[in-house]
């Protein structure tokens, strides 16, 4: 990749990292003292009804399994903010050796292009007369719910979504699949704890397909407390979240669905929160500006990239019978003694030329450049 490009998206992820620590500060902050009102909201009969846990469905509506204690939505808030500090900080380690091929990398640039494809998306159902109609209202008297709602969803939805529609369908495909022909795509091992973990997923026919249904089940459940306007969006949302998932693992979607839900209320105080100030008003909006332009050009890097993918589609590189390794790393075919290119991470023979030096494993989805 552009060396311009990656320190463009390194500028990106610092900020994406500063405007989340942020927001966890503000969060643990207001925490403790909002311990009982939050166990109180969901204890509530009347305007607030328990709420179950739930799972969501291909319908508008999701399906309640049980009433959890009234105390188990307070309880859980505060695991889901340590469980974004932790997954922060596996983010941030797991990202230094290869920055490029790195989740916090993807999420920076996901980020940016998912908000201004949100935004485009937004101003055209707008100009045609179906605005997207927020369920989220202003307010100090609506602040507790709002803050309960976005920082529930970041690990919550992702457990029911992406684990259930994701993890739990290619777990038993891959399973299936080993009594009869064997799918490219599934794995040599298979570890119980992909079901929920994720990660490390290569992207075949049957990932792909379960990735388009689990993003429209998302997309088609936020037309309830939305409305219709709100599914391809939130299916858009879907796609990037399902892409982290497969590639990464849990951390990475939750950390993304965090970061785009929690800052929009923690830091806005016309959403009623009592540390929010107009300076931290200024500061998301300026983070939102940045990150749309950014967005921009994310956009037209893949729409780049997709070009020449497209176009050198039929250059791909495979490996042929007899090959040996070369001193610079590269297999050579010994009766033509023509080079070619292996996958530096896993040694693959499926290799696709994206553009120039720059390569793309067809087996573990790694890019990386050819060895000089």
């Known amino acids: ?32 003292s909002r ?15 328990q709420i179950p846990i739930y799972i969501i469905i291909g319908l508008p509506e999701a399906v309640g399994l ?26 941030l380690y797991r990202s230094l050796p290869r920055f490029e091929n790195s989740s916090l990398y993807r999420i920076s640039e996901f980020f940016a292009v998912n908000l201004f ?16 109609k927020t369920p989220i209202s202003t307010g100090p008297q609506y602040f507790l719910s709002n803050f309960f709602s976005v920082t529930n969803a970041g690990l919550y939805e992702e457990l029911i979504s992406r684990v259930v529609y994701i993890g739990i369908p290619l777990f038993i495909y891959y399973a299936w699949s080993r009594r009869g022909k064997r799918s490219p795509s599934r794995p ?19 990932e792909i397909v379960v990735l388009i249904v689990s993003s429209l089940i998302f997309g088609v459940a936020h037309a309830g407390s939305w409305d219709v306007s709100k599914i391809p969006q939130a299916a858009l949302g ?31 105080n016309s959403y009623g929160d009592p540390l929010a100030t107009s300076s931290s008003t200024f500061f998301y909006s300026l ?26 589609r039929k250059r791909s590189v495979l490996i042929p019978v007899g090959s040996a390794v070369d001193s610079s790393g590269e297999l050579q075919d010994r009766n033509s003694g023509e080079r070619s290119v292996t996958c530096t991470k896993c040694g693959s023979r499926n290799v696709s030329v994206l553009y120039d030096d720059l390569f793309m494993c067809n087996s573990c989805s790694t890019v990386f450049k050819k060895a000089q």
Request: charged share 10%; glycine share 8%.
């Open 188 to 206: 040599n091992d298979l570890p119980w704890w992909r079901l929920v973990w994720g990660g490390g997923y290569k992207f075949g026919k049957p």
């Open 238 to 268: 879907g796609v990037f979240l399902g892409i982290l998932f497969m590639r990464f693992g849990l951390y990475a979607d939750v950390l993304f669905h965090f970061s785009v839900d929690s800052p929009s209320v923690v830091f806005i």
């Open 66 to 91: 049980f009433l959890p204690p009234y105390y188990f939505w307070a309880v859980w808030i505060g695991l889901v903010t340590v469980a974004v500090i932790i997954f922060l900080f596996v983010s």
């Open 35 to 49: 311990f009982g009102a939050i166990a109180s909201l969901t204890e509530s009969q009347s305007a607030n009804p």
């Open 117 to 132: 494809l949100s935004y485009i998306y937004i101003v055209f159902v707008g100009v045609i007369g179906h605005p997207i």
């Open 1 to 32: 990749m552009n060396k311009a490009y990656v320190a463009f998206i390194g500028v990106l992820a610092t900020l994406w990292i500063i405007t989340i620590v942020i927001d966890v500060v503000i969060t643990l902050a207001l925490y403790p």
């Open 287 to 312: 983070f939102i500006f940045i990150f749309l332009v950014a967005g921009l050009v994310v956009a037209v890097v893949y729409l780049i990239q997709l070009g020449r993918l497209l176009e050198r």
